[in-house]
């Protein structure tokens, strides 16, 4: 069998995004991850050769596990965002395909002297996203589960012959697993997992979910104008592992708490701002900036919500961006998730 059909995961438009949300805050949905790049290092120096290009911890990263990080440019901003994982004979990078030349370009250019080789892989590895409170009940059900298996720690599975890889990802929310084989095997995957009860779901759920998980996304709610501390992601930071590119600039953030803005949710009344809308306090002072906006299905946990940048020393007070009314939220938006 081949790989599944877009077809099966073509769900679009706004009624079809908000079953597929649904399904992935209470039940569990399925997804290709056909918008995922993957990269292998090899080479004897490939460990501290990446642990000097990222601004997480890739020295100390045991086999089996990984870690999210930044690419940063030497004025600390942020070029790009990836996964790193350690398959103890090489390392593999995931980023998002969209970054791949990108990515490609700036490993590239920072070998020098290094017994580093940089192989674009992904036509060879591809994957299955599984995500929901039933996820584990799905992958058990399809002998595709490992116990134990820790966030951004992952396995190498048996099974049909199919080779696969079983992910644990970094949600804050509900359970997420990737499934990682050729490609030639995710038909007999996919089906497995949609005849346990997995339930394929729609990019524009995926958005949603993001959203209502509160993660920023490069070139999304993250640019290049952005440093790490802005983005409230603590997780791709390591402030023991040494020297990299731009880890000056954030250790100087640190030490002096001196970053402006931070990414925050907002909870909306009236229309859903437009991207990149300035936020202004009750005075008309400059607040802040939407990046992202979603609106969710009326009833328990439904509503209007935005991601975007928040400044510190802003009045939380009386926000609005253009016609609508703004209130500081904890992320994630933990009501949508209520069973």
Same mark, same amino acid.
């Given at each position: ?38 990269i292998a290092l090899t ?65 590239e250019r920072y070998i ?22 039933k996820a584990e009940e ?143 306090? %009750? $005075? @008309?002072?400059? !607040? +802040? =900036?939407?990046?992202? #906006? ?9 509503? *209007? ?10 009045? %939380? $007070? @009386?926000?609005? !961006? +253009? =016609?609508?009314?703004? #209130? ?9 998730? *209520?069973?």
């Amino acid at each position: 069998m081949g790989s599944p059909s877009l077809e099966k995961n073509a769900a679009s438009g706004p009624v079809e995004a908000q079953a597929g949300f649904k399904i992935l805050a209470s039940d569990c949905g399925i997804y290709e991850l056909n918008s995922r790049a993957k990269i292998a290092l090899t080479g004897e120096d490939r460990v501290r050769w990446l642990n000097g290009m990222i601004t997480n911890n890739v020295r100390d990263l045991p086999a089996g596990q990984g870690v999210y990080g930044f690419l940063l440019n030497p004025q600390g901003k942020i070029l790009g965002d990836l996964y790193a994982f350690n398959r103890d004979g090489y390392l593999l990078v995931d980023t998002e395909q969209f970054q791949l030349p990108r990515v490609l370009e700036i490993f590239e250019r920072y070998i020098i002297m290094d017994d580093v080789v940089v192989e674009n892989i992904t036509g060879n590895l591809s994957g299955i996203g599984i995500a929901g409170p039933k996820a584990e009940e799905i992958l058990k059900a399809t002998n595709l589960f490992q116990p134990g298996l820790a966030t951004l720690h992952f396995a190498d599975l048996t099974w049909r012959d199919a080779g696969p890889t079983l992910v644990r990802k970094d949600s804050p929310t509900v359970s997420v697993f990737e499934i990682w084989a050729a490609p030639s095997n995710l038909g007999i995957l996919w089906s497995a997992l949609a005849g346990a009860g997995g339930k394929p779901v729609s990019p524009e759920a995926l958005e949603l979910f993001r959203i209502a998980s509160g993660v920023p996304r490069f070139s999304v709610d993250i640019h290049e104008r952005h440093l790490p501390q802005e983005t409230g992601q603590q997780r791709a930071l390591n402030f023991n592992k040494g020297c990299y590119i731009g880890q000056e600039i954030v250790e100087r953030i640190r030490s002096r708490a001196t970053v402006h803005r931070t990414f925050t949710g907002f909870h909306v009344e009236g229309p859903l701002p437009s991207i990149g809308e300035k936020i202004v306090d %009750a $005075e @008309g002072k400059p !607040a +802040g =900036e939407i990046t992202s #906006t979603a609106s969710f299905a009326s009833g328990s946990g439904g509503g *209007k919500v935005a991601l975007g940048y928040f400044r510190r020393d802003a009045a %939380a $007070e @009386g926000l609005h !961006a +253009g =016609e609508s009314l703004l #209130t500081v939220a904890v992320l994630p938006f933990k009501d949508f998730f *209520k069973q």
